[in-house]
């Protein structure tokens, strides 16, 4: 069975994009725009590494600033941003991750080892992992049956 670690062995740039919590919302919105993202993990620097303080989203942006008319260069990502954020540990079966996250309604969840983020896992990264082990199962049943 799949878990969070073989989903960050397989993405091409398995690095997680960060803020910290004091950073405004416009910087925030700049960096998911840049990076073409969806999410940042907001993080306060630790003695082991950064440790997830929430998780700030185009839906925080939409619900906590736009719709209430929050200026985006004056609010903090602390003060508008996800909090407890949904982690999970690099062993976390994927099954068990997709319906947390369906459960949830989100579509990122950080990896964390040790209390230190390591990767981030998002809906599109298991829609991948359920497409390739699907195109490997229908090889394995192709070579069997021409075999056959």
Do not use: W
């Not at 069975?1 to 397989?10: Q, S």
């Not at 964390?112 to 981030?120: F, I, S, Y």
């Amino acid at each position: 069975m799949m878990n969070a670690r073989d989903v960050l062995r397989r993405k091409a740039d398995p690095s997680v994009i960060t803020i910290e919590p004091g950073a405004s919302v416009l910087e925030a919105a700049r960096q998911m725009n840049a990076h073409r993202i969806g999410a940042l993990v907001v993080v306060r620097p630790g003695a082991l590494g950064d440790q997830v303080a929430g998780m700030f989203t185009e839906r925080d942006v939409l619900t906590r600033v736009v719709a209430q008319q929050r200026d985006p260069a004056a609010t903090v990502v602390g003060d508008v941003m996800t909090s407890p954020a949904l982690v999970c540990e690099p062993g976390t079966a994927l099954d068990d991750l997709r319906s947390l996250m369906r459960e949830r309604r989100i579509r990122h969840v950080p990896v964390v080892e040790r209390g230190v983020v390591v990767g981030m896992v998002s809906l599109g990264d298991l829609n991948a992992a359920v497409y390739e082990a699907t195109v490997q199962s229908l090889t394995v049943l192709e070579e069997f049956i021409s075999r056959s």
